[in-house]
């Protein structure tokens, strides 16, 4: 516990981009036969090291078939609010879920990233009985704990009784309970963010288990029975005060990106696939008149491609939807930058005017039909997926792989893991840095990226900038 907040919390978001730039990147690595562990992969980011785009240090689990999918600190800017008795927390640890074991790992960072260490694991014996959910998703860090989300309720198939979000200490790391007081119309989950003064939250929606732990289920995708809905919620009486259906057809309402100020009531939701016409769409929510509204905002068609060059799963519909599987939104809450990670293209919109998004800039690299290489000659398997903006707003990581057998059904070739990173120009626009290329041991995929310090999905501030 430090005497003073620590330094990497911040205030508003503009004091977060002021502050001194990323050192190391945190990668998750999983196994997708379940033959070895997962991992996590600490990478140097320091321009002009001699160990520059490297791992240069591994924290490999004791356990396999965890699937590692998201991850995120114990503690960030969120512990500043007025509400919380935890300013002076440290961010610390890494809170890792496994979303197909149920199973929790807490890894310490301290006293160097490259000495990261198992710190604690959380059995899913205790996930269950505490609070009746399983397959653990997305982890925040919360003004009163660590808040995490799960895609399956009890049950062997998690299907019995709907997901939702529970609690840890984010000291001791103790499973407390459930979060949801009055759940309303919501059973389905899949992300959630806040704004902390305004006192809301909003969450998403994937799916069951069933539809989606052996591959996507074309017949439920088809029948329009993935998740579509958004949903609103009284952050401090944890109560479901609005709940918004965006058309059966807009399946897979997934990814979702408040604005960074509090004093925006805004934010940006990713629709993976509109089954009318396999286009992908972003779409714009704010509240007025004491009311959430949403609208579609900007729309990705998909792009024709031939049946050779395309897996079983899309050839009857000759074309490559772009499956929008992450967004993530600048610091200073003026770009918005959107993973297709079926047709290969990470897009960057100016989103000034939130309900007005105007692409900006785009890269193409991976894709189910293009193959585009990277700038260095590497080939690069699978597309953009997820991505993660340093504070500055100057530079733009992503990698490669959604989801074990997922990335098996739209890239049946295989995904080897990687790592980029793209250069973002002040006024708009992206180049792929040639000089960043991170590899991974054989046999491991890359999926999320969390940066030293904190980074922009998620630290939530508690006042806005000036």
């Not at 505490?130 to 660590?146: A, L, Q």
């Amino acid at each position: 516990m430090t005497i003073r907040p620590d330094p990497t919390f911040h205030a508003s978001p503009k004091l977060a981009m002021e502050a001194p730039p990323e050192r190391f990147a945190y990668t998750l690595l999983l196994s997708p036969d379940f033959s070895k562990p997962d991992a996590l992969a600490v990478i140097d980011v320091r321009p002009g090291s001699s160990s520059f785009g490297q791992v240069v240090h591994t924290v490999t689990m004791p356990n396999k078939g965890d699937e590692f999918h998201h991850f995120g600190w114990n503690a960030c800017s969120s512990a500043l609010s007025p509400l919380t008795a935890h300013t002076f927390l440290e961010r610390r640890y890494l809170i890792i879920p496994g979303i197909r074991s149920s199973r929790i790992y807490v890894i310490d960072t301290k006293p160097d990233p490259t000495l990261a260490k198992i710190h604690k694991i959380i059995e899913p014996e205790e996930i269950f009985k505490k609070t009746g959910y399983s397959r653990p998703h997305t982890i925040h860090c919360g003004p009163d704990g660590i808040y995490v989300s799960t895609l399956g309720g009890g049950g062997k198939d998690g299907t019995d009784g709907p997901p939702g979000v529970f609690i840890m200490d984010c000291e001791t790391f103790d499973v407390l309970g459930r979060w949801e007081i009055d759940r309303g119309s919501q059973n389905l989950h899949y992300d959630f963010w806040w704004n902390l003064p305004r006192d809301y939250m909003v969450t998403s929606e994937w799916a069951l288990p069933p539809q989606f732990e052996n591959g996507i289920v074309p017949e439920d995708l088809l029948s329009n029975k993935y998740g579509h809905r958004i949903h609103f919620w009284d952050l401090r009486a944890r109560r479901n005060v609005q709940t918004i259906d965006l058309g059966a057809n807009h399946q897979m309402a997934l990814e979702v990106r408040p604005a960074h100020d509090p004093v925006r009531e805004y934010g940006f939701l990713g629709v993976v696939v509109d089954t009318t016409n396999l286009e992908g769409s972003i779409w714009t929510w704010w509240r007025e008149g004491g009311r959430f509204h949403i609208e579609k905002t900007a729309t990705i068609p998909p792009e024709p491609a031939p049946k050779d060059q395309l897996p079983p799963l899309l050839q009857g519909f000759g074309a490559v939807p772009p499956l929008v599987t992450d967004i993530d939104l600048s610091m200073d809450d003026k770009f918005l930058y959107v993973s297709c990670w079926g047709t290969g293209e990470m897009r960057q919109y100016d989103v000034s005017d939130p309900r007005k998004p105007k692409l900006a800039g785009s890269v193409d690299i991976g894709g189910i039909a293009r193959r585009t290489p990277h700038p260095n000659g590497n080939a690069f398997a699978g597309g953009p997926q997820m991505v993660e903006i340093s504070r500055d707003g100057k530079r733009v990581y992503w990698t490669n792989s959604l989801y074990s057998t997922w990335d098996d059904q739209f890239y049946p070739s295989g995904i080897p893991g990687a790592e980029v990173m793209a250069n973002a120009r002040p006024g708009g626009g992206l180049e792929l840095a040639k000089d960043y290329w991170v590899s991974f041991p054989d046999g491991y995929r890359a999926h999320q990226i969390r940066l030293d310090g904190g980074d922009c999905s998620t630290d939530s501030f508690c006042y806005p900038s000036v």
